[in-house]
């Protein structure tokens, strides 16, 4: 048998009244009924026009009738998902070890913000390895320079050598 983990309706538009109070009663009546008789251990229901969350839990393995699970401090255990749920500002969070789990809005935005940080650091990185190579070209040109004046300099101190030696055997 698969039992889901898992299970949400959307509705349309979920602040919409039911076009009869007693089909949305009905319908969550046999919801109840119908996982019950199938074996699933828990079944939570999130009602977000009216802000409501209920949980039922059947009570060994072999039940098929829930009991309802009754809130502690407001959240409601799962012993299947290893988790709380509950309600925060009229949204369904999820809580693990005390701590609500992010939202997909806020991993997101959590997302974008290392980003935008790493993007920024890579620009300032490939400023300061532009500045670094800049530097470099700068220290190779005076190298460089520093080369060829000390070539000229060696050049010149033979040329002179070589006129002291001409100078000492005679020659002019």
Known sequence: M???DVFTVDPEDPRA???EVWEKRIEHDRNV???AELGIPEYFVFDRGRLNLRGHRL???GARAYQPIVPQGGRYASAMLGLELMLVEGRLRFVVGGT???ESEEIIGQLETMVDGLVQRREEDERALEEARRQLREERKR???ERKRADEAERRAAA???EIDQLRNGKP
Do not use: F, H, K, M
Request: hydrophobic fraction near 35%; proline fraction near 29%; avoid cysteine.
């Open 2 to 4: 698969t039992r889901p």
């Open 17 to 19: 009244p039911p076009q």
């Open 33 to 35: 009924a119908l996982y």
């Open 59 to 61: 009570p060994s393995p």
């Open 100 to 102: 609500p789990l992010l």
């Open 143 to 145: 190298v460089e320079e």
């Open 160 to 162: 002179l050598q070589a």
